[in-house]
């Protein structure tokens, strides 16, 4: 009998008045509270405090709460696009778009300063320098047959270049050829300006485009 | 809700997922008074509610798609309400200058006016209900907003809209154990709050102080 003398928690009592402990224990709550004449008045004040907001008249609405028509239309296609991509991917393609834009902005400069660079040098070897220049295209002629007996591939580019770009005021012949060639070449200082426009342009947009959202839906 | 009504709403929710916005209206006209009512309870403010309940319709309507078809849609609407009733609540509490009068029980303005058109109107209409009178449900009320945030909105699901300890759990994002004993703890401490005020207790109830 120790059993049913202990008295019922709250936390059963309440659970008792929705029927909500395992069917065992709501068998010996009914056995105890039957038995029990506080744990049977708690149990009845617990019930009339439910009744009383169970007895809580409805509110009258005071408006309608359906959506605007046209307004739902331009909600939805927004949040599908935020809900494609969570807070970390989010993230993860803004700093992405970022670190694009830092290089970008980095080529940009490295391309505008040898362009600058070279600008000054090929005034100066066309201008005041006529006979070094030829002694330096000689130099040149005989360096490049060098890289293709040594196979050594990174570094037939470079030479080639170096040799061209300080031809251009003496021989014609490199222009169509070169320009094509060089498109995909970042050695090129106008190469390196327009992909570092490119991709400052791009990672700008990226950064603004992938804001963190500030407002999180449920 | 009968068979035919849940097939009628899972079509709704369907077609509100393919953003359909008459159809979700269908659906807010369906709950709008369940998730008013859930709101000014937790609230007591009329005027906030109703913003608070129209901020919960749409961005339920932002979110249809992340409804798991076969869950309670009432427990993920009101989760939707609470939530945003909880954080403004919790944000008058930290800002009290800007809007506590709204809220504070001793001075709400438009509470009693409301609940004492109510019970008219209510008598109107069925005058065989038990009416509380106005005195009682500003009482009430009171009692409510005395409660702890979480004990509030578990007791006001499960007696004043009738969730279910289930649907509470989805609703509160809680365990069922968490959900019982919020649910005991905030009537435990109503009832003692409402026994301070037996004089507006109608004689039939005949509370207990413990």
């Given at each position: 009998m120790t059993h049913d003398t202990r008295h019922l928690t709250t936390e059963e009592l309440s659970a008792y008045l929705d029927g909500e402990l395992t069917s065992p224990e709501q068998d010996e709550a009914e056995r105890h509270i039957q038995s029990c004449e506080d744990c049977r008045q708690s149990l009845e004040s617990l019930r009339q405090t439910v009744a009383l907001l169970h007895d809580l008249p409805p509110l009258p609405l005071p408006r309608s709460f359906t959506l605007p028509v046209e307004e739902g239309s331009t909600v939805t296609p927004v949040s599908k696009h935020k809900r494609h991509l969570p807070g970390p991917l989010r993230r993860s393609l803004r700093l992405i778009s970022g670190l694009a834009a830092v290089i970008g902005i980095f080529f940009l400069l490295s391309g505008f300063l040898t362009f600058t660079q070279q600008h000054n040098s090929v005034m100066l070897s066309s201008g005041e320098r006529p006979a070094s220049q030829s002694d330096s295209s000689q130099s040149a002629e005989a360096n490049t047959p060098q890289p293709v007996t040594t196979n050594n591939k990174p570094t037939t580019p470079s030479l080639k270049k170096t040799q061209e770009t300080t031809h251009p005021p003496q021989t014609q012949e490199p222009a169509p050829g070169f320009s094509l060639l060089s498109f995909?070449?970042?050695?090129?200082p106008g190469i390196r300006l327009g992909v570092g426009i490119l991709l400052a342009i791009l990672g700008g947009m990226g950064v603004t485009l992938f804001k963190p959202r500030t407002r999180g839906s449920p | 809700m009968s068979r035919s009504a849940t097939e009628d709403e899972r079509l709704l929710i369907a077609r509100s997922q393919r953003g359909d916005v008459q159809a979700f209206n269908q659906l807010v006209l369906r709950y709008q008074q369940l998730m008013y009512s859930a709101v000014f309870r937790m609230l007591g403010n009329a005027e906030v509610a109703a913003d608070v309940t129209q901020e919960a319709f749409l961005s339920a309507f932002r979110a249809i798609s992340t409804f798991r078809p076969g869950s309670s849609f009432r427990a993920w609407l009101l989760r939707i309400g609470s939530n945003l009733a909880c954080d403004h609540w919790r944000r008058v509490q930290r800002h009290?200058?800007?809007?506590l009068d709204e809220l504070t029980?001793?001075?709400?303005?438009h509470a009693p006016e409301q609940l004492g058109s109510l019970i008219t109107s209510r008598q109107e209409e069925n005058p065989e209900a038990h009416v509380l009178s106005r005195e009682l449900q500003e009482l009430i009320q009171q009692g409510l907003a005395q409660l702890p945030l979480d004990q509030r909105v578990a007791v006001i699901l499960c007696d004043?809209?009738?969730?279910?300890y289930d649907e509470i759990a989805e609703a509160t994002q809680a365990t069922l154990g968490t959900v019982r004993s919020r649910i005991a703890r905030g009537r435990s401490k109503l009832r003692s709050y409402l026994s301070q005020h037996r004089?507006?207790?109608?004689?039939?109830y005949r509370l207990s102080n413990e």
């Amino acid at each position: 009998m120790t059993h049913d003398t202990r008295h019922l928690t709250t936390e059963e009592l309440s659970a008792y008045l929705d029927g909500e402990l395992t069917s065992p224990e709501q068998d010996e709550a009914e056995r105890h509270i039957q038995s029990c004449e506080d744990c049977r008045q708690s149990l009845e004040s617990l019930r009339q405090t439910v009744a009383l907001l169970h007895d809580l008249p409805p509110l009258p609405l005071p408006r309608s709460f359906t959506l605007p028509v046209e307004e739902g239309s331009t909600v939805t296609p927004v949040s599908k696009h935020k809900r494609h991509l969570p807070g970390p991917l989010r993230r993860s393609l803004r700093l992405i778009s970022g670190l694009a834009a830092v290089i970008g902005i980095f080529f940009l400069l490295s391309g505008f300063l040898t362009f600058t660079q070279q600008h000054n040098s090929v005034m100066l070897s066309s201008g005041e320098r006529p006979a070094s220049q030829s002694d330096s295209s000689q130099s040149a002629e005989a360096n490049t047959p060098q890289p293709v007996t040594t196979n050594n591939k990174p570094t037939t580019p470079s030479l080639k270049k170096t040799q061209e770009t300080t031809h251009p005021p003496q021989t014609q012949e490199p222009a169509p050829g070169f320009s094509l060639l060089s498109f995909l070449n970042l050695n090129t200082p106008g190469i390196r300006l327009g992909v570092g426009i490119l991709l400052a342009i791009l990672g700008g947009m990226g950064v603004t485009l992938f804001k963190p959202r500030t407002r999180g839906s449920p | 809700m009968s068979r035919s009504a849940t097939e009628d709403e899972r079509l709704l929710i369907a077609r509100s997922q393919r953003g359909d916005v008459q159809a979700f209206n269908q659906l807010v006209l369906r709950y709008q008074q369940l998730m008013y009512s859930a709101v000014f309870r937790m609230l007591g403010n009329a005027e906030v509610a109703a913003d608070v309940t129209q901020e919960a319709f749409l961005s339920a309507f932002r979110a249809i798609s992340t409804f798991r078809p076969g869950s309670s849609f009432r427990a993920w609407l009101l989760r939707i309400g609470s939530n945003l009733a909880c954080d403004h609540w919790r944000r008058v509490q930290r800002h009290p200058t800007t809007s506590l009068d709204e809220l504070t029980e001793e001075d709400a303005p438009h509470a009693p006016e409301q609940l004492g058109s109510l019970i008219t109107s209510r008598q109107e209409e069925n005058p065989e209900a038990h009416v509380l009178s106005r005195e009682l449900q500003e009482l009430i009320q009171q009692g409510l907003a005395q409660l702890p945030l979480d004990q509030r909105v578990a007791v006001i699901l499960c007696d004043i809209q009738g969730l279910s300890y289930d649907e509470i759990a989805e609703a509160t994002q809680a365990t069922l154990g968490t959900v019982r004993s919020r649910i005991a703890r905030g009537r435990s401490k109503l009832r003692s709050y409402l026994s301070q005020h037996r004089e507006l207790l109608p004689g039939t109830y005949r509370l207990s102080n413990e």
